[in-house]
């Protein structure tokens, strides 16, 4: 079964860069979120998209901003990096239109900022 | 506001052995309740959920939780653990299709 797809997996950038996160969702799931988990941390919420429409959005910084795009893949953009920010980024697809509320998760991309 | 605590960051247990992880959550609301796993520089994968009906959830790897309303809780647990389940353990709670929210994490270590 197709899975979430997330490209790059791994990515290392400088401060002051800016980098682009790609997330695949299941087909025909219609709700995508993004997640931050740094190291030795639980998973932090970012922001979701629903039929692409901004959805939620949880802790995520200003110099961060995303969108869902026609094909429902979704992007995490990040600019003016910061070491703080290397981290496991995670994707996570879902659809509303079942009923077991279940989120897939992505591989993760893995983000170092030097 | 809805939070997740694990009660334990760290558990070691012997293969074969019995395992508990502890689970707790505060929520105002009815929720759904997720227990994740996370093996080394990998994704999470879910183990189990529980959504409604019976409290007793039996998931992938030999893995069960038990829901209690009154308690608040939702403990993971496993009869016998095997090397291949050494992990980080993740419980989630989750509104609908909303964000979830994780707890701490607890980290399985089995010893031979």
């Known amino acids: 079964a197709a899975g979430v797809i997330q490209s790059p997996r791994h990515l290392i950038k400088e401060k002051r860069e800016t980098a682009t996160l790609k997330c695949y969702p299941i087909p025909r799931h219609d709700t995508v979120y993004w997640y931050q988990q740094g190291p030795g941390q639980d998973p932090q919420f970012l922001i979701s998209?629903?039929?692409?429409?901004?959805?939620d959005k949880g802790s995520i910084p200003d110099r961060f901003s995303a969108q869902q795009f026609s094909d429902y893949h979704s992007e995490l953009n990040m600019s003016s990096l910061e070491l703080g920010d290397s981290a496991l980024y995670f994707c996570?697809?879902?659809?509303?239109?079942?009923?077991?509320?279940?989120?897939?998760f992505g591989p993760g991309t893995r983000l170092t900022v030097t | 506001a809805q939070s997740v605590t694990q009660l334990d960051s760290q558990v070691p247990v012997f293969e074969e052995a019995p395992v508990e992880l502890r689970c707790n959550y505060s929520s105002s609301v009815s929720v759904y309740l997720f227990w994740y796993v996370q093996y080394p520089n990998q994704g999470l994968q879910l183990l189990l959920k529980?959504?409604?009906?019976?409290?007793l959830v039996k998931g992938i790897n030999g893995f069960e939780a038990e829901f209690n309303k009154s308690q608040t809780s939702f403990h993971l647990r496993k009869p016998s653990v095997h090397i291949s389940d050494t992990a980080e353990y993740f419980c989630a709670i989750g509104e609908g299709a909303q964000k979830l929210v994780f707890g701490q994490g607890t980290r399985l270590t089995i010893n031979p």
């Open positions: 996570a697809s879902s659809s509303r239109r079942g009923l077991n509320h279940e989120q897939y």
């Open positions: 529980y959504l409604s009906g019976s409290t």
């Open positions: 998209f629903y039929e692409k429409m901004q959805s």
